[in-house]
């Protein structure tokens, strides 16, 4: 458990006043509610991003030699006829 002090706009204050007695529940009670409810939603808006991963693979050797010239490199695999 937390113990914090909290600084409530005028507006929420009413609402959460409004709420307890609509309710019947004491601030504490009303407050863990209340935040409990908001962040379930915010969860259900934003869910928690797993982050995205690539499996490595070793393919071997490079079969066409150096391949720091593109033309040369597609002449190797597809032949001089791709001109």
């Keep these: 458990m937390m113990r914090t002090t909290l600084t409530l706009d ?8 409004r709420l307890q007695k609509q309710k019947g529940l004491g601030l504490k009670s009303l407050v863990n509610l209340v935040l409990r409810s908001g962040l379930a939603a ?3 808006e934003h869910p928690e991003r797993v982050p995205f991963r690539v499996e490595e693979f070793d393919c071997g050797k490079c079969l066409l030699g ?4 593109v033309s040369e490199t597609i002449a190797a695999a597809e032949g001089e006829w791709h001109r």
């Design 66 to 69: 150096d391949i720091i010239s």
């Design 10 to 17: 005028e507006d929420v204050a009413a609402q959460l006043s």
């Design 42 to 44: 915010l969860e259900r």
